[in-house]
């Protein structure tokens, strides 16, 4: 069997940015709050717990560090904490902040903000908070099928969608709307872990997709890889890893998401090697056997 390793995968620049800021913390010995998990990535969040990094809601933070974390947060819940004895350490990813400038733009200058987004995802909460006017956020191309305004639109988009979801909603909203302005802010990292993914599943039998369940990036893309046809398995750890997946197959496609440590995919590369040896000695057995 063999295995092959996404060109992009782990910690983007905006993770990587954040992960130093919060281990220069722990080398200094300071503890912090995080406003919310400071990654989707619930090992690493753990791990952040162990070290005096602790996720928590904003009614629990009275005092001391406070981590905003790389999707950022909505004005108001700046502002909240900016009114209490605490030390404000912004983590939000630059790319992340220029979707914030360009949200209060479009709302300043009169445009419904339609966001290309996931409902509830904090990124698009904090996008949100951001605009003064109207906003709406698509989801999928059935709700913008179900979307209609006389009103002047401007779009951006959440940094983590995929292409093909944007140019369906966006051919949707085309088709029926006055729109000004298209900001498709959807960021670089995103893009080039979707494009290698997308790669390397055409050529492969299975995919690994290492990830948060509850990270929006890793789901997106598990989706990616199916979309192109391979058999997928969104993994956590590598002790989700089961021999039985990869009896049939001869290629193997790993990548992870944005939020994911190179750890953890060593952990699942090296568990790999172990399936593939032992794999390759029953082969070897069974020959002798028949032979
Ligand atoms: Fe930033 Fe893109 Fe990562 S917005 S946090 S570089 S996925």
Redesign the pocket.
């Known amino acids: 069997m063999e295995i092959m390793i996404a060109d992009y995968s782990g910690f983007?620049?905006?993770?990587k940015r954040a992960m130093e800021i919060v281990e220069n913390l722990i080398r200094k010995k300071e503890k912090a709050f995080t406003l919310g998990p400071l990654i989707h990535n619930p090992q690493v969040v753990e791990r952040l717990k162990c070290s005096g990094i602790i996720a928590a809601d904003l009614s629990d933070i009275k005092e001391g560090n406070v981590i905003i974390r790389?999707h950022g947060v909505e004005p108001d819940l700046t502002k909240q904490l900016e009114s209490r004895p605490v030390n404000i350490i912004d983590c939000t990813?630059p790319?992340?902040k220029r979707v914030h400038n360009l949200a209060q733009d479009i709302s300043n200058r009169g445009y419904l903000t339609v966001i290309i987004g996931d409902h509830n995802h904090p990124e698009v909460e904090g996008i949100k908070g951001y605009c003064n006017g109207d906003v709406k956020v698509i989801e999928n191309a059935e709700e913008a099928k179900n979307f209609y305004t006389t009103k002047k639109v401007g779009i951006i988009v959440q940094?983590?969608q995929t292409k093909e979801n944007i140019e369906e909603i966006m051919s949707v909203l085309r088709s029926k709307l006055d729109i000004e302005i298209f900001n498709n802010t959807r960021?670089k990292?995103?893009q080039q872990r979707q494009e290698a993914a997308a790669d390397l599943a055409r050529n492969v039998d299975i995919m690994l997709v290492i990830g948060g369940k509850n990270s929006s990036?890793t789901k997106k893309l598990a989706q990616v890889c199916q979309n192109v046809g391979a058999s997928v398995y969104h993994i956590e750890t590598a002790e989700e890893l089961k021999k039985s997946w990869f009896k049939y197959s001869d290629k193997v496609g790993i990548t992870a998401g944005?939020s994911t440590p190179d750890w953890i995919i060593k952990e699942v590369i090296s568990k790999m090697d172990e399936f593939n040896k032992e794999m390759n000695n029953q082969e070897t057995v069974k020959k002798e056997e028949e032979g």
């Open positions: 983007c620049f905006g993770v790389t990813c790319h992340v940094t983590t960021c990292a995103t990036n944005a």
